[in-house]
């Protein structure tokens, strides 16, 4: 048994990760509505736009982790949008 408390974007993403193995999991969050930053923040695809703020290492790491989306989105149900076409800033 496997308790995630928080369920913002790290907690999803570790709830769907451990779900990929026979593992019983009990996801906990004190918001009360489902609108949390988990919904920007898993749309956030655009990791150039923080390149500034954050450095070049982080932007390593941010680019390796698009390779994840398409993994994701594969092991979830109905259709799925995703695009990975650039980055515009205006």
Not at 15 to 37: V, Y
Not at 51 to 58: F, M, R, S
Not at 66 to 76: A, G
Request: aromatic letters at 10%; proline letters at 4%; one cysteine or more.
């Amino acid at each position: 048994k496997v308790a995630i408390v928080g369920g913002g974007l790290v907690g999803r993403l570790m709830a769907w990760h451990l779900c990929q193995a026979p593992i019983e999991i009990h996801l906990f969050d004190g918001a009360k509505h489902l609108a949390t930053c988990a919904f920007a923040s898993g749309a956030m695809i655009a990791p150039f736009s923080e390149l500034a703020v954050l450095g070049q290492d982080w932007l390593d790491k941010a680019l390796l982790a698009l390779d994840w989306w398409p993994i994701i989105i594969k092991t979830l149900k109905g259709p799925i949008y995703y695009q990975n076409t650039g980055t515009e800033l205006i």
